[in-house]
Nanobody
Framework: QVQLVESGGGLVQAGDSLLLSCKAS?????MGWFRQAPGKEREFVAW????????SYARSVKDRFSISRDNVNNISYLRMNALKPEDTALYFC???????????????WGQGTQVTVSS
């Protein structure tokens, strides 16, 4: 059972940046980031293969967000720049054998960290 703990969320203004972190209890898993806004379904944000060589982003964040990882400390990062009010959501990290945009790919999930962007 892989345990994931997210951190780094908060309340920021439009245009600000945030760095989310996800600490995993085990190594060698692809990591995905998803988000869920109030009243909406959970949606894909980004994923990274274990090596970090393969990356993918949702179209809505591609030019603003960056996923990276520290495989020594088993941490996945999501750098979010130029934040918009529509980025407000509960952000989750997830771990699985492969990276994919589908949340069903990932058997392990964190509890989420709230990001709120004011206009």
């Amino acid at each position: 059972q892989v345990q994931l703990v997210e951190s780094g969320g908060g309340l920021v203004q439009a245009g600000d940046s945030l760095l989310l972190s996800c600490k995993a209890s085990e190594r060698k898993y692809a990591m995905g980031w998803f988000r869920q806004a109030p009243g909406k379904e959970r949606e894909f944000v980004a994923w990274s293969s274990w090596s970090g060589r393969d990356l993918s982003y949702a179209r809505s964040v591609k030019d603003r967000f960056s996923i990276s990882r520290d495989n020594v400390n088993n941490i996945s990062y999501l750098r979010m720049n130029a934040l918009k009010p529509e980025d407000t959501a509960l952000y989750f990290c997830a771990a699985g054998q492969i990276g994919d945009e589908s949340e069903t790919t990932y058997p392990y999930w964190g509890q989420g960290t709230q990001v709120t962007v004011s206009s």
